[in-house]
């Protein structure tokens, strides 16, 4: 007599295969949080790299930087893309003139999701990179001085 031979899968075999989905699921979830803000980075990073393009094209039009504001028809895209992607959430990135009239200087920055204290700073003198230095610090992106940003790493 020969015995039939049943096919399917054990129940102990079924149980190893959840263990390790269960476990694969565990290692994803606990890196998504860093992927989205470092996702939500690239997203200032790259609004601010074309801000700046902005920034050389308002002085190339008006020989001054006072209308490169997140107002300019052209940066209000921009600047809420930085706003939603802030870790402040609705905080535009913050725009700075060298004066109150026919500013010869600019810069913008924003801080970023992933490190603490990090931010991502672009001037009109052609810098941008991240920084560790806050931009809003003495002698750099602050009305009334040279708006130039902070020395950053690529």
């Not at 930085?82 to 609705?90: I, K, L, Q, R």
């Amino acid at each position: 007599m020969k015995l039939q031979k049943s096919k399917g899968f054990t129940l102990i075999e079924l149980l190893v295969v959840i263990a390790i989905i269960g476990i694969l699921a565990s290692i994803v979830l606990v890196s998504f949080p860093g992927a989205t803000k470092k996702a939500k980075d690239t997203r200032i990073i790259s609004a601010i790299g074309q801000a700046r393009t902005v920034m050389t094209y308002v002085y190339a039009n008006d020989g001054d930087y006072d209308a490169f504001l997140c107002t300019h028809t052209d940066m209000v895209t921009l600047c809420a893309e930085v706003a939603n992607n802030h870790p402040t959430s609705g905080t535009n990135p913050t725009i700075v003139q060298d004066d109150a009239s026919d500013s010869t200087a600019a810069c913008i920055y924003s801080l970023l999701n992933a490190k603490t204290n990090y931010w991502y700073c672009g001037d009109s003198t052609g810098v941008a990179g991240f920084t560790t230095t806050d931009p809003s610090g003495v002698g750099y992106c602050v009305a009334d001085t040279t708006a130039v940003c902070p020395s950053v790493a690529s």
